[in-house]
């Protein structure tokens, strides 16, 4: 539970018109949304489990955006810091991180979320078929799960990255960098961020060929048994 200290804190970003009760109702409704998210994508990496004898979700993280970076966000975007504008613009309130071991696995991930019954997809960005300049590499899905309170239903967004390991590892790493140069990190650093994230594609690939290999050897190998 916040403490009044905090509640004071929350109300300075959001202004007095909208209340500290919006505030609370708002991150009541993006966590609830959090959850379901991530509870459906465990059910999915169980059941794959059970089918397939493989889990695709190596694992997950999920955070809420702070009142803080919210507020930072509407003004960079020219909005006004008011609980419509936020849940109107700011489409990453709410945010899960699928991490995998294989490229694949993303897009089987992406497949599954899409046939969801109650998910909407609202947008989806490819940046591993279409990375990002920086060398960035992650799939991006804004959509909407609906959350069932007493008395109405919220469609709310959530923002879902899936990516590898690899390309996790990647994406920290340069999102410390960023900070740290607050966006202006020197040439050559940039240019080694590239580099590395041509590394990760090759490794990214190699694995997903070796495993390959390895899932053919034992389905021949698992033949040859079967006909002992
Ligand atoms: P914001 O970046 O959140 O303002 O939204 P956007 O509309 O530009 O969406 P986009 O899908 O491009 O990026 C959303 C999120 O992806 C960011 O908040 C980061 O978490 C992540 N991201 C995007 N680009 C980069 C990048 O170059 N490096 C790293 N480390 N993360 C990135
Ligand atoms: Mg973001």
Redesign the pocket.
Known sequence: MKGSRQKEKDMEWFGENDGIETWQEVQLVYTAALRQVQTKMEILNEEFQHVHQYNPIEHIKSRIKTPESIVK?LRRNGYDSTIENMVNYV??IAGIRIICSFTSDIYRIADMIEHQHDIKVLTV?DYIMFP?V?G?K?Y?MIVTVPVYLSDRTVDTKV?I?IRTVAMDFW??L??KI?YKFEGDAPEHIKQELVECSHLVSDLDEKMLQLNEEILELSRIQGQQIDNI
């Open positions: 966000k489409n990453d960005k990002k920086s960035y992650s991006h923002e990255q994406a920290s340069e999102h960023h």
